[in-house]
């Protein structure tokens, strides 16, 4: 009896002694989620400054405004290729220290980019700024998934992915009007400045992961070959490709196909689009909340969202009239961008916290060529249709193949 009292004793002291040194790590994780979500925000904030101050530089370098475009393309050639790349660096040397090495070096990009004198120079600084923006994905998820469990990382990773939609408004806010008083350059060395800082907190504050999930994960390694094979991520990876292709077609879009296609005034369609965003911010982690009480069933918000989305589209298409598009735009908004988190956060289930970090960063390379392509196929489709309902019924293609297949993927079977 004495020796069961010893071990019953013994259980409890144990238990009380997780349960401390757990409550700190619970508290810590709000700082790692506040810290991923300024770097993720800041990264965002960068690569957002071009369209304000585009203009001004081609004039600056005597570039004809047809150029203005290939900047952009240089940007994104450096991400896509980062996403990839990057996601297995982060598996193998943490994600503190390669948001480290991706913050400080796009600080240092972004700041020399504001003393650009040249077409090439400029070109090649912001391959380099895509290049250290696309590593920032992969290492926040893999932080959050790290930190989170599954009945919170719902949640957190809602809040980090309205990042994108936080840096399109505050840069809509702020930038015109500090362009006003202070010239383009001054814009970019303030990004710079401040995106090394972020850097640097990055290194002081953050942390890979609380000490039990680091002993858990040690064994675990990724490998690409897995990722291929894994044909549950296959299929959320067609499905995340079909749901960025409708996103960011619509979003490049929106406003052209509502004036020219809609003959709406440019005010109108402005505050339409803003309502399509708020949508998308308030959703984002109402539905990541919503999955973690469902015990962290992500699938079916995925299913639901994609499946809306198309539908959505295709009620876009049929009406008209200012008041009926408020109405429906915040709902659209949020089916546009909700399954962002849960697909996250499927993935890095359905792999574990050791490879989330390539696989996220794969998948998301993968993901970020469908909103390459689209803006493209739907110019192409509404220059020989003349249609809006046409072009919005292109766009809903890719979300209703990616509804299609979430119903054959599967989740991770212990989460």
Known sequence: ???????????????????AQAAPANRYRWVILLVAFAAWVMSFLDRLAWGNVGLDVSKELGSPLSQLGIFVTSFYCGYVASNFLMGFVTDRIGARLTLTCALVPLGVATFLFGNVTSVTTGLILQCVMGLA???????????????FDSNRRGLALGILTTGPS???????????????????????????????????ACCLFLRNAPREVTVQSKSQRPSIRALLANRDLRLLS????????ATWGFAFWSNALMIKGQHMSAADAGQIS?????GAVCAKPLVGWITDRMGGKRRPGIIISLAAFAILFLVFGQISGKTLFLCIAPFLGAAAFVYAPLMAAMAAELVGPAATGSTIGAMNAFWQLG??????????????TNSFTATLATLAIGPAIGAVCMTRAREAKSL
Not at 170 to 197: E, K, M
Not at 239 to 244: P, S, V
Request: proline fraction near 2%; hydrophobic fraction near 50%.
């Open 166 to 200: 936080i840096g399109i408004a505050v840069s809509n806010a702020v930038y015109p009007a500090f362009l006003r008083t202070h010239q383009w350059h001054d814009l970019y060395y303030l990004l710079g400045a401040v995106t090394i800082c972020i850097g640097v």
């Open 1 to 19: 009896m004495k020796t069961t009292s010893a071990a019953i004793d013994a259980a409890r002291e144990t238990t009380a002694m997780t349960s």
């Open 133 to 147: 923006a696309g590593a920032d994905y992969a290492a926040c998820i893999k932080l959050l998934a790290s930190w």
């Open 274 to 278: 803003m309502v399509f965003g708020i």
């Open 371 to 384: 909103s390459v392509i689209s803006p493209t196929v739907a110019g192409l489709v509404y220059s020989q």
């Open 238 to 245: 067609i499905a995340g490709f079909g749901a960025n292709w």
